[in-house]
């Protein structure tokens, strides 16, 4: 046996989020460097715990989403909601944890019953709207550092600090304090049980329960859950810690129903050089080019087998939390081998000219069939077909795909911005300055479609072709999603993002940072406003606010003099979305309305790094909306 098989026999009890091939594949870079990293693997095997420990209430397919027919492309474990709710017990935890090629020690949650099994990404919860989502989450993270308590704001901190976000969903934003009263943030001990409360502050040893109640009108869509305690957002985000949010269509509102579901959850990891990970305050300092992978559902560049036939609707999430993962998302024909994103890479290193060097790979595309934007159907449009899909952090993706029998490769390639609201990719001659981008292109999966007939392909083909001829029906389309009335009035105040990258960064919106004066939007309940967003800043920031959606309704143009020529979106093309990439000298132009829901929540941006450092505000409804646990009996 050689000394490369043994390690690969040790490591056989590893999660199964952990696939052999990869360890495989680092086990194989650490002998071929003789470096002593090959003496730590079979300790790395002994401190996972194996897949049986895993409670039984954990499923990787359910009968609540189709499974694809390839088995063995790893999905996150999946929990379905049963008599209208989905419940969990978790921890925050910290502890060694093999990544793609890297090996760190980070934090993850875990089910509380094997609170030592990463759970990365985070179980799939599976629920329908007027559904409770009810998590208790204890924080087992180690005490905080000493520099914890002596912090300044908007710098870094408290990095075993936690609290729950549910990103998309639109439901009330406070908590109910132990005196049975609606309120915002504080400590659990004070609280009976919070909504999607960001401003709650989870320190080690404390537990909160969430209970989120969905509106009975809650539109369908993907949606996902992860950390957002200001301060340390960023670095849970980036250690792994989140997972996606199903919300099934109703049968009313189906898309083609008998396509199987296949999640794509996207997280990076951002590495040391060499095969260990950054998880701490160094992940801050500013590190467009630092090494580090994207991987999918955990996995480094998975196979996904699919069936002659089997049109499927992939459910692609971003969750990325840094500049590397702003991507333009593209399916290729062929197999792109991952030496040629290298090499394009490398004709980018600092310094290097570039002039005439593409963006993008030059490979042949196929195409995709953008269904929803941030989780929202395209109500009352046609897909809108894509080959390349400028993607940020916050994004999700819902593409129905349709391939010929061959093979097909999915890669992140270097950002270009969007040339319109679907989030098609600018072409490389208008392509946005996108500097950590440019360096980190690689394989996300390889995709082999064989001669092997899917059982129900005539059945889903049908429901695809008449997709394509009648668009997606606008059949019980929530209430929250119906067009603007009148004339939106525009809020005078901008949400300008400025950048100053340094270590630390100076991340500003309109020259204030979270918490200080003025760092706040205050909307009346089921007002409608316009807003204003530009990056003032040669950078790109993804815009995201909580509760409610949005829709971008002009894309502006800034000449040199800062002279801005907008583009109108026509009322039929608009779309819904929660998180928009702003571009350098693209300002945008969103219209939302605050709906249902009164108290204080945030907007950000969904470049975590930058969020945790200050580009952050509040923003407080006034009035009396729905309060947490109380669901809106409104069928639609
Ligand atoms: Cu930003």
């Not at 495989?24 to 002593?36: K, P």
């Not at 009313?252 to 050089?273: E, H």
């Not at 603007?484 to 630390?504: D, H, K, L, M």
């Amino acid at each position: 046996m050689t000394e490369l098989d043994h390690h690969e026999e040790s490591l056989e009890l590893v999660s199964p989020n952990v696939p052999l091939t990869n360890i495989s594949r680092r086990s194989f870079i650490a002998v071929g460097l003789g470096t002593a990293a090959t003496l730590v693997l079979p300790k790395t095997a002994q401190a996972k715990s194996d897949s049986s420990n895993l409670i039984s209430s954990y499923k990787t397919t359910s009968p609540a989403l189709n499974p694809p027919s390839d088995q063995s492309f790893f999905q996150p474990y999946l929990k379905s909601s049963q008599d209208g709710k989905v419940s969990g017990n978790w921890v925050m935890n910290q502890g060694e944890v093999t990544l793609g090629l890297y090996t760190g020690t980070i934090r993850f949650y875990a089910d509380e019953s094997a609170p030592d099994t990463h759970l990365i990404p985070s179980p799939t919860l599976c629920v329908n709207p007027g559904d409770l989502i009810e998590i208790s989450l204890k924080n087992s993270a180690p005490p905080n550092d000493d520099a914890c308590a002596t912090h300044q704001p908007n710098q870094p901190n408290c990095f075993n600090s936690t609290n729950l976000h549910f990103h998309g969903l639109h439901v009330s934003p406070l908590s109910i304090g132990k005196d049975g009263k609606p309120r915002s943030g504080g400590h659990p001990a004070d609280i009976a049980f919070s909504s999607d409360d960001v401003l709650v502050e989870m320190t080690p040893g404390e537990k909160n329960n969430y209970k989120v109640q969905l509106p009975a009108n809650h539109a369908p869509g993907t949606h996902w859950y992860h950390p957002h305690r200001h301060g340390s957002t960023a670095v849970q985000v980036a250690n792994g810690m989140a997972g996606l949010i199903v919300i099934k269509e109703p049968a009313n509102q189906a898309i083609c129903p008998d396509a199987p579901d296949v999640i794509w959850v996207l997280q990076d990891v951002v590495s040391d050089g060499g095969t260990g990970i950054i998880a701490d305050a160094e992940l801050y300092a500013p590190f467009g080019g630092n090494p580090g992978e994207c991987l999918v559902n955990g996995q480094y560049q998975p196979t996904l087998t699919v069936q002659k036939g089997e049109i499927q609707r992939w459910r692609i999430l971003n969750a990325g939390a840094s500049p590397r993962t702003l991507m333009n998302l593209r399916l290729c024909k062929g197999t792109v081998p991952q030496s040629d994103l290298d090499a394009l890479n490398a004709k980018f290193a600092p310094g290097q000219d570039t002039t005439g060097v593409p963006r993008n790979l030059p490979a042949e595309p196929e195409s995709m069939y953008l269904i929803a934007r941030d989780g929202i159907n395209l109500y009352g449009k046609k897909p809108n077909v894509q080959t390349n899909h400028a993607f940020s952090p916050g994004n999700r993706a819902d593409f129905l795909v349709n391939l010929a029998p061959g093979n097909y490769t999915l890669i992140k390639d270097a950002y270009t911005g969007s040339k319109d609201v679907y989030g098609n990719a600018k072409d490389d001659n208008e392509a946005v300055e996108s500097r950590a981008t440019v360096r980190t292109r690689q394989v996300l999966a390889y995709i082999t479609v064989t001669e092997t007939p899917y059982a129900k392909a005539a059945t889903v083909k049908g429901q695809f072709e008449q997709l394509l001829a009648n668009g997606i029906p606008t059949t019980g389309m929530s209430s929250y999603l119906n067009p603007f009335i009148g004339e939106v009035p525009q809020n005078s105040q901008p949400v300008n993002f400025e950048a100053v990258p340094r270590n630390p960064g100076q991340f500003t919106i309109d020259n204030r940072k979270y918490g200080e004066p003025g760092a706040k939007f205050t909307v009346a309940l089921n007002s409608q406003e316009e807003w204003l967003l530009d990056s003032l800043s040669n950078v790109t920031h993804p815009f995201h606010i909580h509760v409610n959606p949005f829709q971008v309704v002009a894309i502006g143009s800034k000449n040199q003099q800062g002279v801005i020529t907008w583009n109108d979106i026509p009322s039929e093309d608009r779309i819904w979305q929660d998180t928009v990439a702003v571009d350098p000298n693209i300002p945008l132009k969103i219209q939302h309305r605050f709906d249902d829901y009164n108290g204080t929540f945030v907007l950000h941006c969904h470049i975590l790094f930058h969020e945790d450092q200050g580009m952050m505000y509040d923003v407080e409804v006034t009035g009396n909306g729905i309060p947490p646990g109380v669901i809106n009996t409104v069928s639609a």
